[in-house]
């Protein structure tokens, strides 16, 4: 009964005081909206719902009249594998720099070292906090004017910060490999004192008393935040309030998104990583067309508060870089459980030794073998995927045993309407309130008219979809079982909604350059949990190729 009592409060004159509303206007909309449900109610049926519909409705009034902000979360946490677990060694401790290069003859010679080079050099004092601070601050300020990725520059913060980590090496006291660090965060992460807008007009004046933890958690490895980073509206696509974040392969056309600006910045050589969210896609699409090496980890292993909420059940942050081991290395900095997020958990995280800094690009040294691994790939004809056959024939001669995957079936498109119902929920407010007439996009496929019609699914359809997580998940974890990870074109057969549903982390690597000179990428995806296997696999493939080292020629210097 109640979905229908929920569905008729909205398909009711919501301008019609209780009183004057008349038994026959219930019954029909109680009779529409049972259609619209494929649910038929006879005279007499309908007759004996309507005072209860009536008195519902106003029950349902009173609760919209208490006051939610966008940070209290239902008492139904997503957990898609079993809670509890260990925290694992941290990356940090075991981490062994190679020997620090030479400090260039310009700065900007470092826009596009990796975090390991950038950490030596920064340990050994030939390069302070503060000079890489202000090289990026530039960059950003002086490219903005094209890529559109940037909303707030915190120019004040990230000096304040750069000078104490200064400080601090000078009296002996390093960090660890994230110490003076410059980045960007997606700017639905709370950062105290500065405007945190969503990339929505609606709240573009929006200031929050708050820090997100991984937030926190940078700033305590010693990460410098420049700047909240350009996302689409309310975290769809890369359009926002102020124009369209754009791709530094191609600027002519978007970044995708809706880690928009974390996607372009990072690529662009603005910064040397960036934060993203991803619900479905969101860190994935950006990733394939600005060729960012990202990771998008199972859900909970990445605290959520001081973020946006989005949809509670599969919102998920993680590390957009130039590699797959530096966006390791900073996973490793934001992992772990937060009594902020209910759904948020600790699991082992082993970052496996590497070449270190400095390695020769297409170099293949025995940390690159993957003999012992095997790695599954997706069934199917996708040799039309740019790279997939090449990407076999590498995995084949790092020694890796290939093994065939097949996922199970499932109707995962009508399952992400869960999606829209949970951000509909999440966004009631701006809905009802004729706010989000102010968002840029008013166009079928964006959240205004998308959160309009998520009000009509029925509460036992939307719990309908979620039952139906349960076997997907089982599933994919017994297809996934016996591999360490998967290799898979990125957005093939429904992948993408299947494993966001379910959970399961997925890196996105670099794989070739079309015909134009723009990137493509695929991606590895593994059990939940199963990030150090994960790693292994994609970072030991990346070091035997040279994708990852290219870099969009506009941004060099």
């Known amino acids: 009964m109640l979905p229908l009592l929920l569905a008729v409060t909205t398909l009711m004159p919501q301008s019609t005081a209780p009183a004057a509303r008349t038994r026959e206007q219930l019954a029909e909309a109680i009779r529409a909206v049972g259609a619209f449900h494929d649910l038929d109610f006879d005279a007499d049926e309908l007759a004996l ?29 997503f957990l898609p594998g079993a809670p509890g677990g260990e925290l694992g060694p941290r990356t940090s401790l075991a981490l062994e720099l190679a020997p620090p290069i030479e400090r260039p003859a310009h700065l900007e010679e ?21 000079e890489l601070t202000e090289m990026f601050l530039a960059r950003l300020e002086r490219h903005d004017a094209t890529l559109h990725c940037v909303i707030t520059l915190l120019d004040t913060r990230a000096l304040a910060q750069a000078r104490v980590l200064d400080a601090e090496l000078e009296a002996g006291h390093w960090r660890g490999p994230l110490h003076g660090i410059p980045w960007v965060a997606k700017d639905l992460l709370a950062v105290a004192g500065a405007p945190t807008t969503w990339g929505a007009t609606p709240f573009r004046e929006q200031t929050l008393d708050d820090t997100a933890t991984v937030v926190e958690r940078l700033d305590a490895a010693g990460a410098v935040l420049l700047a909240k980073a350009s996302l689409g509206a309310l975290a769809w696509g890369d359009v926002w309030y102020d124009g369209t974040t754009r791709n530094p392969w191609n600027p002519t056309e978007g970044s995708s998104g809706s880690s928009a600006g974390s996607a372009s910045a990072t690529a662009a050589g603005l910064a040397t990583f960036a934060i993203g969210s991803e619900t479905l896609g969101s860190i994935v699409s950006p990733a394939m067309r600005c060729g960012n090496s990202a990771l998008r980890p199972s859900f909970g292993l990445v605290p959520k508060g001081g973020a946006m909420n989005l949809a509670w059940s599969m919102d998920k942050l993680g590390p957009l870089a130039r590699s797959v081991r530096d966006s390791a290395i900073v996973f490793d900095a934001i992992r772990g459980a937060d009594p902020r997020d209910r759904s948020s958990v600790d699991r ?14 297409g170099a293949e040294p025995q940390s690159a073998s993957l003999a012992g691994r095997r790695v599954g790939y997706l069934a199917g004809e996708y040799d039309a995927v740019p790279g997939w056959r090449q990407m076999l024939l590498d995995l084949t001669r790092l020694g890796a045993e290939l093994v065939e995957i097949t996922l199970p079936d499932a109707p995962t498109e009508a399952m992400t309407d869960l999606l829209a119902v949970e951000a509909a929920a999440v966004f009631d407010g701006l809905t009802r309130s004729g706010a989000d007439d102010q968002l840029v996009r008013q166009v079928r496929f964006a959240w205004p008219n998308v959160l309009r019609q998520a009000q009509l699914v029925s509460a036992v359809d939307y719990l309908r979809a979620n039952r139906l997580r349960t076997p997907l998940i089982e599933g994919v974890e017994r297809a996934l079982r016996d591999v360490d990870a998967l290799v898979h074109p990125s957005f093939a057969a429904g992948i ?41 696999v994609a970072d030991a493939w990346q070091r035997a190729t040279e994708h990852h080292t290219k870099h969009p020629l506009a941004y060099l210097r």
């Open 49 to 77: 719902m309507v005072d209860d519909v009536a008195q519902s409705r106003d029950g349902y009034a009173v609760l919209r009249g208490e006051r939610l902000t966008n940070d209290v979360v239902p008492p139904l946490y």
């Open 110 to 130: 470092l826009a596009f070292a990796d975090i390991e080079t950038l950490a030596a050099l920064v340990r050994a004092r030939r390069v302070s906090c503060v």
């Open 348 to 361: 082992p995280f082993v970052l496996s030794s590497a070449t270190g800094a400095g390695a020769e690009p």
């Open 496 to 536: 993408l909604a299947t494993l966001n549903l379910t959970g399961h982390p997925t890196i996105v690597v670099p794989a070739g350059f079309d015909e134009v000179g723009e990137p493509f990428g695929l991606s590895f995806s593994a059990r939940l949990f199963g990030e150090s296997d994960l790693v292994a």
